[in-house]
């Protein structure tokens, strides 16, 4: 135990972790941290974040939290996220600087409590999930923030609220009542109205399916008329399925890269300014500035089911200060079977601050 090798993995990690704290080795502390670290993603945070707390590792923790930040939607829907202690859960519904639609973390947060009913042997009802989840959690749900349309269709048939709850909130939906309702009533920090998504496409943007195979790549260049920072993009998907990506955005010029991102993405319905489409957001783990005038191009190798595709695209974007100009990739020149080009394919949207 006090020789500096160790071979570490998912299933002795907390053992060695319980044993440089007990007997004071540090540089056996220092690899557990290291290997956290490295292993450390959205799927895996929610299993890391408990275990840095307990044993005081800061850094981690807080390193946990810039994961959960910024990747909220992934992290809530991992494995790890439905057994969690009721105490975590609280520290983050009420944390403001997440980054996911409300309703995505209700629907995180009703099916923890449907979990927990479960383990207990408890029949899942609305009055027996409140009961489990606690005025905190459910205070800290930001229903004012939410769609009429989602907050009827999802948090009515929970049953989770009680009638006057509802009736409040349904008035300030709609505008009918300025009264306070209870519960926080601005969007949280981290998904604020400073994030604007630019559509590319026209009103029809639904055409054939894409096919995706390892013969085929999905890519675009473009270029910005002001220094900006880019958050993410969204990608087409189809109805209920996942898919795996593989992203990066390089300088045209210089060939350096500026950001790759790399995981599983869940599709879902996003609604955009013309039109609602299933698809995914690809949010970016660091700030990645956009200089003015300059040639990126944009790849993605998409493994997944067909998805929808985009049609009727335009080669320039005003996106409210900032104009985002649309030019065929190098890929589309060199041989590949490039799927995507300023009229047709993927990258319905590009989310900018």
Known sequence: MYSDEVNLNGSNVMAVLY????????????????????????????????????????????????????QTEEAVKSDGFATIERSLLEAVVVRDTLTIEEIELFKAVDLWATK?????????????????????????????????????????????????????????????????????????????????RCCRFGPLSKCLASQYDSQTTDAIS????????????????????????????????????????????ASKLIQCEKYSYHGFEVMFDQKVILAKDTRY????????????????????????????????SCYSFLGAVNQSGVKNGQFPEFLIA
């Open 19 to 70: 044993l440089a704290k007990k007997y004071m080795v540090p540089s056996l502390a220092d690899k557990y941290t290291e290997y956290l670290q490295d292993n450390l993603d959205p799927s895996s945070v929610f299993s890391i974040l408990p275990s840095a707390q307990k044993y005081e590792e800061k850094t981690l923790a807080d390193e946990c939290w810039q994961v959960i930040d910024k």
């Open 116 to 196: 927990q009913c479960e383990k207990q042997g408890l029949a899942a009802d609305g009055a027996t999930k409140r009961r489990i989840l606690g005025e905190e959690v459910i205070k800290g749900i930001r229903f004012p923030t939410m769609k009429q349309e989602d907050f009827g269709s999802v948090v009515l048939d929970s049953d989770i609220l009680r009638k006057k709850e509802i009736v409040s909130l349904v008035k300030r939906l709609t505008s009918a009542s300025k009264t306070p309702v209870g519960f926080p009533e601005t969007k949280r920090s981290g998904f604020g109205e400073d994030i604007q």
């Open 297 to 328: 191009w944009l790849r993605a190798d998409i493994s997944g089911p067909d998805s929808l595709c985009g049609r009727d695209g335009v080669s320039c974007v005003n996106c409210g200060d900032v104009i985002i100009t649309f030019l065929e």
């Open 222 to 265: 473009f270029s910005v008329d002001k220094d900006i920072e880019l958050r993410g993009v969204c990608l087409f998907g189809s109805e209920n399925n996942t898919y795996q990506v593989e992203l990066e955005i390089k300088n045209t010029k210089n060939r350096t890269r500026l950001v790759s991102k790399t995981g599983n993405f």
